[in-house]
């Protein structure tokens, strides 16, 4: 409920200060935002990090594959430690 509460209070702050900044203000920001993502920098930084975090995603499967490839890991698994929520 909190979270709910949470995500209402924002929406509705939200809500209020566009309406009251206007259309000409959300215009304004979509123009320097659409300026912003034109920018060739921008692409360049985007795809670098695509880039870095498709290896780091890559290197992590092997190292999870290689470390715990063939071996059974469920009497590892301690309940008294585990919290598991519904």
Known sequence: MRYKATFVTGFAAGYVLGSKA??????QIVK?????????????????AKHE????????KRVVTNTFAGKDVTDQ?????L???V
């Open 22 to 27: 206007g259309r000409a203000r959300y215009e």
């Open 32 to 48: 320097q935002w659409r300026a912003l993502m034109g920018r060739p920098e921008v692409h360049e930084a985007a795809e670098t």
């Open 53 to 60: 975090a498709s290896d780091l995603l890559g290197t992590a």
């Open 77 to 81: 698994v301690h309940t008294d430690s």
């Open 83 to 85: 919290s598991v929520r």
